[in-house]
């Protein structure tokens, strides 16, 4: 029985779950190096020129060797060392990763090479199958043609079944490093499957390299939870770490949330209900430029640190919250004490369909979405998205938006091309730097103010509100630089640039 299946389907088998596994190898690749370099289109392009030059050279190798040994072991071996690749990308990403990560280049370099290091051997095997396949399967040049058209068939089918399956189900509930196990696991069965391989000592090692990987990777996985209470995991949009430490300046034990390399997204503190976050306190500007403001909108949730602090300070007022992410939602309930009230609202949209859809007016819209140099949503940042704000607010209302850069230098492009395309439309639009004492090359927060009215000064009686003020930033910005538009947003060229001036 098990013979008849051999010849009647194995191939077929092998062909399709061949393509449905490199399909999710290239996805969940966007997760895995996340952490280290970041996610923006960089990344996918680095990860799909990769892969798809890799599947190229492995299809010219495949046909080749096919013709000159079409042997049924020689496809098992191949799909055996393609499991032992994945299974060294499991154990050696972290280090890997870690080394090119803090490497002084362009992100465009790091993720090239990052994608070449972890992804292209075992890609380079995934291409192998398919032309190898179809040459064992053939039996007559008559039906070369047929035979080749259902493989490769196969092959499509098995790639957007493998899409789909990663994108609604792997990501979001098993993980990226535990589809990892799932996609090695699979190659090691198919292999045996196909041809049960030889007690050799080099098989028995890189057959067990697979079980050291996970080992290794859930051991250091468990130390970090153990250290520092460390939560690693995906989402449908991100791939997100929480954990606890002690901030450096106060020694107060914090809860962290990191969704790139260089940057804190958010945080809290376990002793108090202060904002952790010094640039975050800067949103309580809209009570100086707005005073009388009721109603405020939030694009970005991420663990909700100022929507929780606008609740407690302004317990009258209403706030609505755009977050994208669902789960981010839910994990900032249970990491950060997010909890229902009856004056916050909270929509799980894209901020920008949101803003292109709403009817309703704000005296105050807040834009947090911009808080890292890695990967920055175009679609808010245009003109067209700043006119739609425009539209949604009342006589009188503000726009303040938190973003990444630097103020001087070639890393300060985007917060240039920012208050230009501000300009644009508000006609009074200022800049606060959080921390004034910074080197201005180096990337860092600016809070941007975007007002219709020009009636509130820059003095307080509000002592805290005083302190922010202070830190208005009054030195001339070059200009020079283009309006975004949906058009041309070149945001993640000009974050590249930023990135040199991160502070290591």
Do not use: C
């Amino acid at each position: 029985m098990l013979n008849k299946f051999r010849e009647n389907f194995l191939l077929e088998l092998v062909v399709f779950v061949s393509g449905a596994l490199v399909m999710i190898y290239e996805i969940i690749g966007s997760r895995i190096l996340a952490p280290y370099i970041g996610t923006s289109t960089y990344i996918w392009t680095s990860l799909i020129g990769v892969i798809l030059g890799s599947l190229s050279l492995g299809y010219w190798f495949g046909g080749r060797m096919a013709d000159r040994q079409p042997n049924l072991r020689i496809l098992a071996t191949v799909l055996f060392f393609a499991g032992a690749m994945i299974s060294a990308t499991i154990l050696a990403q972290d280090f890997i990763l870690s080394m090119i990560g803090v490497t002084a280049i362009r992100i465009e370099f790091k993720s090239v090479i990052a994608a070449l290091i972890l992804f292209a051997p075992a890609s380079t095997l995934f291409g192998f199958v398919t032309p190898y396949a179809v040459r064992l399967k053939m039996q007559t040049v008559e039906n070369a043609g047929k035979t080749v058209g259902r493989l490769y068939a196969l092959s499509t089918v098995g790639s957007i079944f493998g899409t789909f399956l990663a994108g609604f189900f792997l990501l979001p509930f098993v993980g990226s490093v535990r589809t990892m196990y799932l996609i090695a696991g699979l190659l090691f069965a198919l292999s045996l499957l196909l041809a049960p391989f030889k007690m050799a000592v080099n098989n028995i090692f890189l057959l067990l390299l697979f079980p050291v990987a996970i080992l290794f990777n859930e051991v250091y996985a468990y130390t970090l939870f153990a250290s520092y209470g460390m939560h690693d995991f995906d989402t449908q949009y991100n791939r997100l770490r929480v954990f606890q430490t002690t901030e450096k300046d106060t020694g107060k034990p914090v809860r962290v949330l990191l969704t790139d390399p260089d940057s804190t997204q958010a945080a809290m503190y376990l002793d108090s209900d202060e904002l952790a976050l010094n640039n975050t306190k800067y949103y309580h500007l809209l009570r100086h430029f707005k005073p009388d403001f009721e109603t405020t909108l939030v694009v970005g949730g991420a663990a909700y640190s100022f929507p929780k602090d606008y609740l407690r300070l302004y317990p009258n007022k209403k706030i609505d919250v755009v977050e994208i992410d669902p789960q981010m939602t839910e994990m900032a309930r249970k990491y950060f004490k997010l909890q229902d009230n009856p004056n916050l609202q909270i929509f799980h949209a894209d901020g920008r369909v949101f803003l292109n859809q709403n009817e309703k007016k704000y005296d105050a819209i807040l834009i947090d979405a911009f808080t890292s140099v890695y990967s920055v949503p175009f679609q808010l940042t245009t003109v067209e998205a700043v006119r739609q704000m425009e539209k949604g607010l009342n006589n009188d209302g503000i726009v303040l938006v938190n973003l990444i850069s630097s103020y001087t230098g070639e890393g300060a492009k985007f917060l240039q091309a920012e208050v230009r395309t501000y300009q644009e439309v508000f006609p009074h639009v200022y800049v606060f730097k959080p921390r004034f004492e910074k080197d201005e090359n180096l990337a860092q927060n600016a809070l941007l103010v975007a007002t219709k009215s020009n009636k509130i000064g820059f003095d307080s009686t509000d002592e805290n509100i005083s302190a922010l003020l202070k830190n208005r930033y009054e030195k001339p910005l070059d200009l020079s630089v283009p309006v975004l538009t949906d058009e041309l947003a070149p945001v993640e060229y000009y974050n590249s640039l930023a990135q040199k001036w991160t502070e290591k």
